[in-house]
């Protein structure tokens, strides 16, 4: 009997070897199965996108970064970038020019570039590029895009590190800003969004205290004009932008820079 009970012990454990081996290698398979369709799904989403015109690709992009040859990595802002969306719908495909020289370069934050001479546009990746012919009657109105998206940028006017010096003025009054404060005063220059010039220039008219920052910095000049507490009109070049901005940019100059009394 004892002999028995031993043998029927060493079944039980070999029956739950096998049921188990046959339970783990079930569910790797299964598992294992899964995973194939994910991958193989990824793979057909990423062929689609693929299958896309590069420049389609740009379009969609929601962050572009434009540079030339004076400065670099300036984020466009939401409005700017969708007018620079708009200026490439008249581009036409074309084969690769024998001769081409970016003045401008940009690109988004996943490896989708271009660049342009204002004559032709190169977009471009790693492994592909594509060639569009810019025409003569949309010249002028890009470059006024790619230079307004660059210097009346927040992003670019606020680069306290190429400032040589900054005066602020109020009522004739003009206050010089020590270098030590540059990184204060360029914190404080927060903007909400780019908006039109309607609001601002009523919004100037209504306060009495408007207050216009002058900026020198390495090769450029910059005026930055405050228009009541939550508006500003950015100066670069004869171009201008107006932006919505957090009123901290008023707040500081009033009180840290002018010393004005609390109304």
Avoid: C
């Amino acid at each position: 009997m004892a002999k028995r009970r031993k043998i029927k012990k060493s079944t039980f454990l070999v029956a739950g070897i096998i049921v188990f081996f046959v339970i783990y290698f079930g569910t790797f398979k299964l598992f294992s199965s899964l995973d194939k369709n994910d991958k193989d799904n990824a793979v057909k989403v990423q062929t689609e996108e693929d299958n896309r015109s590069l420049l389609r690709q740009l379009k969609d992009k929601d962050k572009i970064y434009l540079s030339d040859a004076v400065v670099s990595d300036v984020r466009v802002e939401e409005q700017l970038l969708e007018e620079l969306r708009y200026s490439f719908e008249d581009v036409s495909k074309i084969r690769t020019p024998e001769s081409y020289k970016p003045v401008y370069e940009g690109y988004s934050d996943d490896g989708v570039k271009f660049s342009t001479d204002l004559d032709v546009m190169r977009v471009f990746t790693v492994e592909q590029e594509e060639y569009y012919k810019i025409p003569v009657t949309s010249k002028e109105e890009m470059k006024n895009i790619l230079d307004k998206s660059i210097y009346t940028s927040f992003d670019f006017v606020k680069q306290y590190k190429t400032w040589n010096s900054v005066t602020i003025t109020y009522n004739g009054e003009k206050k010089s800003i020590s270098k030590w404060k540059y990184d204060d005063l360029a914190n404080k220059m927060v903007a909400k969004r780019v908006v039109g010039k309607v609001q601002p220039e009523k919004s100037k008219q209504r306060s009495k205290e408007n207050f216009v920052i002058n900026i020198n910095a390495d090769n450029y000049e910059a005026k930055v004009e405050t228009m009541g507490v939550d508006y500003v009109k950015i100066n670069v070049k004869k171009l201008s932008s107006y932006y919505e901005v957090h009123t901290g940019l008023h707040e500081y100059i009033r009180a840290e820079v002018f010393k004005l009394s609390k109304k």
